[in-house]
């Protein structure tokens, strides 16, 4: 393409930014952005997240991709994300194809895609950009002419309902795949070969996986009878990619000019979890634990700072208080954020592993505010049986602590629909809550609030209670009422994601590949930005699976047959369906299993992964 095209298309998207909200997502040019000048490489990577620049432009996975694949220099990364409603419809009426944010180019002239899926309600979205960006929507509908389409994240762990339209899955850690990736279509497009070749030879990369490669057949009764491949470069299962030493940290931040989500500088402190909270999707597919060396986290964290002057920084993890130098850690970072004035957030933190001295310093870091808690169930019954066990004794003293610290306002998140659950439990909600508050309201006075936040469970793929089923809707629907009514005059604050937004995330975590037609179907009755509840309806989807001649409870209320061959079976996420099955057999008879670092349970990492380990000595595992 030529240069006045270039020209042409960034001043046709600039005569629509006047007519659209927040057009600073449209338009790049951030601090640390990185443009390459189009013909000064040999490939060039679309990295797209299909959700707005104010959600994308924040995810440290796309970010990370965006400075591994730019520090090639045959390699150009740019970034794509989805136009919101108003501009979509500017787009289409322009005939502008959706284009990157650095050299304004149209999708469909890079030579791959790569798209971020982190949760499932983007999948509308996903094609939308396709879509969008002038490529067919259907992998076999594409030539050698059209980008590869590549598509990662913790949603992919079960790829089939979106595998018609994606040439190649990246299961599991990104970091070194991608470049193999780019290495594999670089020695095809110079070879010159079919397109079938070029997916044979992606086939071949351990942690890849084509589906067109594959075949899945049927019984009649719906379930699977068989997944196979059908070419001899695929071996199934296809192990998920695993870093078995954490690749540096990200320093490389963009910093936005218009308002995101979280404008901070993260670094990830360590990776997977060992608790085997038997809901926990990231949980289980993350095994195992890595930690990040202190000096490593404080370098990145004092360089981040230096090229945003951001005035926050967050350390990430599943489980931030379960690092096991996360004292000396704060401790250490005290000064670098006194001296910045710069503040701390440190989420997902483990009621069971909060020290007292933890709650001290950041109380002092970060004084007021907010404190954070996710009990997950009303009852020490239920909280075995999905495995996080803990006492109401134990979680009141927390609590009390928390409030003893100077902190007045307290979040609590549970879940409701949990495997075995009774209206009891869900009663206990709100009896907990409340006497949380009189506690609260006892230690610290009339200024202490307490919300309580409620969510679904969704029985995940690769997760123990994979086999379970999600809730019906009436169900969860009385329950809510029941915590409405036992909160009642209490002052304290409910609130709970839509039960029907939670259906489509049961349908499209736990579909098989027949789901595609079902989404295609939902995208063109007009849904679009599935994970935003102003933007939500479930009539396109209720109208696709009819047209689809698709069962709904098939994929979300039926009871999973333990023979049943699941649509996941195929991808190895590491821990093993033998061990996934003994756990839920666990949770059946109540039987809670301890964090994994006081005892090996043989979960499956090991054995899938233990030459990994050995050959790079030193990755701060947690298994023994
Ligand atoms: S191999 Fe053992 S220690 Fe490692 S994640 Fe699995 S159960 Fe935990």
């Known amino acids: 393409m030529t240069l006045s095209h270039q020209e042409t298309l960034q001043q046709r998207v600039e005569r629509l930014l006047p007519t659209v909200v927040k057009p600073g997502r449209y338009v790049g040019g951030e601090l640390n952005q990185i443009v390459k000048p189009w013909d000064s490489v040999q ?36 970034r794509a994300f989805a136009p919101w409603i108003d501009m979509e419809a500017a787009l289409r009426e322009a005939g502008i194809p959706l284009f990157s944010l650095e050299n304004k180019r149209p999708l469909a002239d890079f030579e791959i ?19 969008l960006g002038g490529i067919p929507l259907y992998s076999a509908q594409r030539d050698k002419d059209h980008p590869l389409v590549i598509a990662g994240g913790q949603a992919v762990f079960n790829p089939e309902p979106v595998a018609p339209f994606v040439d190649a899955f990246a299961i599991g850690e990104g970091e070194e795949v991608v470049l193999e990736i780019v ?39 719906g379930t699977i009878k068989q997944v196979k491949p059908i070419h001899p470069a695929v071996k199934l299962p296809v192990d998920k990619r695993l870093m078995a030493k954490l690749p540096p940290p990200l320093t490389h931040f963009l910093v936005p000019n218009v308002e995101i989500v979280q404008e901070r500088v993260s670094v990830e402190i360590m990776r997977g979890c060992t608790r085997g909270c038997r809901f926990c999707h990231a949980g289980m597919v993350n095994r195992p634990i890595r930690e990040r060396p202190v000096a490593e986290i404080l370098a990145a964290l004092g360089t981040g700072l230096d090229q945003t002057g951001y005035e926050e920084v967050s350390l990430l993890s599943l489980s931030s208080s379960d690092h096991s130098q996360v004292i000396p850690l704060i401790e ?34 970060s004084p007021g505010g907010g404190f954070t808690l996710a009990p997950e169930a009303g009852t020490e019954r239920l909280r075995n049986i999905i495995n996080k066990p803990l006492s109401d004794a134990d979680l009141m003293a927390t609590v009390r602590s928390v409030f003893q610290h100077g902190w007045n306002s307290l979040k609590l998140y549970f879940m409701i629909g949990h495997p075995q659950e009774t209206l009891a439990d869900v009663e206990a909600i709100a009896e907990l809550c409340k006497a949380l508050l009189q506690e609260g309201r006892r230690l610290a006075g009339g200024r202490v609030r307490v919300h309580a936040g409620i969510s679904t469970f969704i029985p995940k793929p690769h997760t123990p209670f994979q086999w379970a089923p999600f809730d019906h809707l009436e169900s969860i629907q009385t329950k809510i009422n029941l915590l409405h009514e036992g909160l009642r005059g209490s002052k304290i604050k409910l609130t709970w994601n839509d039960p029907q937004a939670s259906l489509l995330e049961a349908w499209l975590s736990r579909g ?15 849904a679009r930005f599935d994970a935003w509840g102003d933007q939500f309806r479930i009539e ?3 109208t ?65 992964f233990n030459e990994l380990r050995l050959a790079v000595p030193g990755g701060g595992w947690g298994c023994p």
Not at 49 to 77: K, T
């Open 512 to 526: 098989d590949r027949r789901l595609a037609e079902v989404i295609h179907q939902a995208w063109g009755n007009g």
């Open 183 to 221: 290495d594999a279509y670089q020695a095809w497009n110079l070879a010159d070969t079919s397109r079938q070749d070029l997916l044979t030879r992606l086939a071949g990369i351990p942690g890849v996986y084509v589906p067109a490669l594959v075949s899945v057949e049927y019984h009649p009764d």
């Open 544 to 608: 696709a699976f009819e047209a689809c001649g698709l069962d709904q409870n098939f994929y979300s209320t039926r009871v999973r047959g333990l023979d049943e061959t699941l649509p996941w079976d195929h991808i190895n996420a590491g821990v093993r369906k033998a061990f996934l099955l003994e756990d839920y057999q666990w949770s059946l008879a109540g039987e809670v299993r301890p964090d994994c670092r006081q005892r090996c349970y043989a979960c499956g990492i090991l054995s899938s």
């Open 332 to 365: 250490r970072l005290k000064n670098l954020l006194t001296e910045r004035q710069v503040n701390i957030t440190l989420p997902s933190l483990r009621i069971e592993s909060f020290s007292e001295e933890l709650m001290d310093i950041l109380q002092k870091l």
């Open 43 to 78: 490939t060039h990577v679309a990295l797209v997240f299909p959700d707005i620049y104010d959600l994308g432009a924040a995810n440290l996975g796309m970010a990370l991709l965006y400075d591994i694949l730019n520090q090639r220099s045959d390699v150009a990364a740019e």
């Open 113 to 131: 895609i790569g798209v971020s899926l982190p949760y499932e309600t983007l999948y509308t979205n996903f094609l939308n950009a396709l879509d």
């Open 540 to 542: 396109p989807w209720q």
